[in-house]
């Protein structure tokens, strides 16, 4: 089975990149993680665990784990398979440097190579409000396949807690990359009661 990637960029949301890490790894899924030295410095200002603890809890589970800077990732070639790749949280930056063909780490040289090669890259932008120019690299890049996913919950659903939120949007992600199940039930719009 290919391995999905998961790269976390320096904007906020860092608890929908670890629920995105844990129900992949739940599911039975490969999982390898590339984190940017921003996402570093976010995790530490968000989320109630150190991301050093998070990181040893992921890799024990089998999370292939890599450094921005480290190009000599297999993530960082082409010609690795994988089963898609998800940005989550993508901040505006990544954004930009993805529609660019920036690979200045690794993070932006994977989205790079998904996009090359036509495999499946969602990116999960945390910016609001957005500007002409946000707007401008989304299109640019949805118009190469790449699919971009709002961060926004779904109120009908009627979530009680922030945990349903997370796990709503995590979901719509997962689903937007191909993961078969990953939405739970109790998202999916039914219609009229």
């Known amino acids: 089975m290919n391995p999905y990637v998961l790269g976390i960029s320096g904007a906020s949301g ?26 570093r ?3 530490r200002q968000e989320a109630d665990e150190p991301f050093d603890q998070v990181l040893s809890r992921w890799q024990a589970a089998g999370v292939r784990c890599y450094q921005p800077f480290e190009f000599d990732a297999p993530i960082a070639s082409g010609s690795f398979p994988i089963a898609g790749m998800l940005v989550l949280p993508c901040s505006v930056g990544t954004v930009g440097a993805i529609a660019a063909g920036l690979s200045t780490n690794l993070l932006q040289r994977a989205a790079d190579c998904a996009i090359k090669e036509g495999r499946r890259l969602v990116l999960v932008p945390r910016e609001s409000p957005l500007s002409a120019i946000h ?23 009627r979530p009680r807690t922030l945990d349903e939120v997370v796990d709503q949007i995590v979901g719509r992600a997962l689903e937007a990359l191909g993961v078969p199940d990953a939405l739970d039930a109790r998202f999916v719009y039914r219609g009229e009661p």
Do not use: C
Not at 19 to 26: I, N, P, T, Y
Not at 144 to 151: M, N, S, T
């Open 14 to 39: 860092m608890a929908l990149a670890r629920r995105a890490v844990d129900l992949l790894v739940e599911r039975g899924h490969p999982v390898i993680v590339t984190v940017s030295q921003n996402a």
């Open 135 to 157: 707007l401008e690299n989304m299109l640019k890049l949805s118009r190469l396949g790449v699919r971009i996913v709002l961060p926004v919950p779904a109120f009908y659903t």
């Open 41 to 43: 410095r976010v995790w």
